[in-house]
């Protein structure tokens, strides 16, 4: 299996980059010629483009590296996935949790439509970070006093939107390490609160802010729990790249968002129990290494992630042979073709080091007991 990521995973990262930047350009002519004209058909254009470029990912994980999602939850919020705008709420296990999410989406036909809060920095990454900006993805700076506005209109942009879309938030700010953890847990100690075990500790005001504004047109919460099962290695980008399986367990409750508290203090309270719930489902995961198998929703992988790659490499195949193959024989065509496959390496690299949990600021608490993690409580 390594000689054969070895001889495949530059073909893919050549495949992903070069899509990648067709998709960006269509996309920057969606976004000169149509959006001035119609947001709408702008949008619509753009659910395609994103999709196009998503698959492959969802490709990546479910076809290459054969990662198995198994999703838990009741029969009602199974036949309503999909077919509703949803603001999910996720703790933050594993490098990939964003891309589970995509796979989910695929599979109810939102991928698309998918939407996340993300760090301004994101939208600087190669063909991905561009393709999120294109898609009126909120990037955010870490300073609540410029990013409450930025949430605020990043919200109210969703209101005329044209597909049903998820909308992704990671409330925790942060990716789950042990060395987080133990912050929370120091943290959690010295302010009386509830001590995680399993997760960080959520920062509220990001939600509060999306409970708020969305109110009024997203009728459901997706409260989503990851876990990784005891025996299975935690999968990471380079893992996928690798074309390592691994397995994920995926609770999700559905919550109607018009039962949530009025006021923005009974929010953020229902955000911190519903975290020391989530807690506490991860305790009973541990010892069942389940959600509760009269709960799990069979989900086969789908086709069109495969057709996709398909097409894409087609398309790639036959585009290279006519504007490479005169150059190829000369000096000059060949410093290129290695210029490119350098350019591809770094720009894979890039992908990989930003989506390592290792990489991100640790929490910690400040001199006074305020909480920080570089989120300034968003």
Request: glycine fraction near 6%; proline fraction near 5%.
């Amino acid at each position: 299996m390594e000689l054969a990521a070895a001889v495949f995973a530059l073909p893919i990262s050549v495949i992903f980059l070069l899509s990648g930047l067709i998709v960006n350009f269509f996309q920057a002519i969606l976004f000169l010629i149509v959006l001035p004209f119609s947001r709408n058909l702008y949008r619509r254009a753009n659910i395609i483009m994103m999709d196009l470029l998503w698959s492959e990912l969802v490709w990546l994980v479910t076809w290459w590296a054969g990662v198995k999602i198994r999703v838990y939850t009741d029969a009602d919020t199974w036949k309503l996935m999909g077919k509703e705008h949803a603001l999910l709420v996720c703790n933050h296990r594993s490098d990939i949790d964003w891309l589970v999410g995509w796979v989910l989406a695929q599979h109810f036909g939102c991928l698309g439509s998918a939407r996340a809060i993300m760090k301004k920095s994101s939208k600087f990454l190669p063909v991905v970070g561009w393709s999120m900006w294109f898609s009126e993805y909120v990037f955010l700076e870490r300073n609540w006093s410029r990013d409450e506005a930025t949430l605020k209109s990043g919200f109210q942009r969703l209101k005329d939107f044209p597909r049903p879309f998820w909308l992704g938030l990671f409330v925790e700010g942060t990716r789950f390490t042990t060395a987080k953890l133990l912050a929370a847990q120091e943290y959690a100690t010295s302010t009386g609160l509830p001590v995680p075990r399993n997760l960080l500790i959520p920062r509220t005001k990001g939600f509060v802010s999306a409970v708020g504004n969305l109110r009024s047109f997203v009728p459901a919460i997706y409260d989503i729990t990851v876990a990784i099962p005891k025996e299975e290695p935690s999968p990471t980008m380079l893992r996928l790249l690798k074309g390592q399986p691994s397995v994920m367990h995926v609770h999700i409750k559905r919550q109607v968002m018009d039962d949530l508290p009025r006021t923005d203090e009974g929010v953020a309270q229902w955000c911190r129990d519903a975290f020391v719930s989530k807690d506490d489902l991860l305790d009973k995961h541990k010892l069942a290494n389940t959600f509760g198998e009269e709960l799990y929703q069979p989900m086969q992988r789908r086709a069109k992630p495969l057709m996709v790659i398909i097409g894409w490499s087609s398309i790639l195949v036959i585009m290279a042979s006519k504007l490479l193959r005169p150059h190829l024989a000369t000096r000059k065509g060949v410093a290129l073709l290695l210029g490119g496959i350098a350019m591809v390496t770094l720009s894979m690299h890039i992908l990989i080091v930003f989506s390592q949990s290792e990489r991100s600021t640790p929490a910690k608490v400040a001199p006074g007991g305020k909480h920080t993690n570089g989120r300034n409580g968003t």
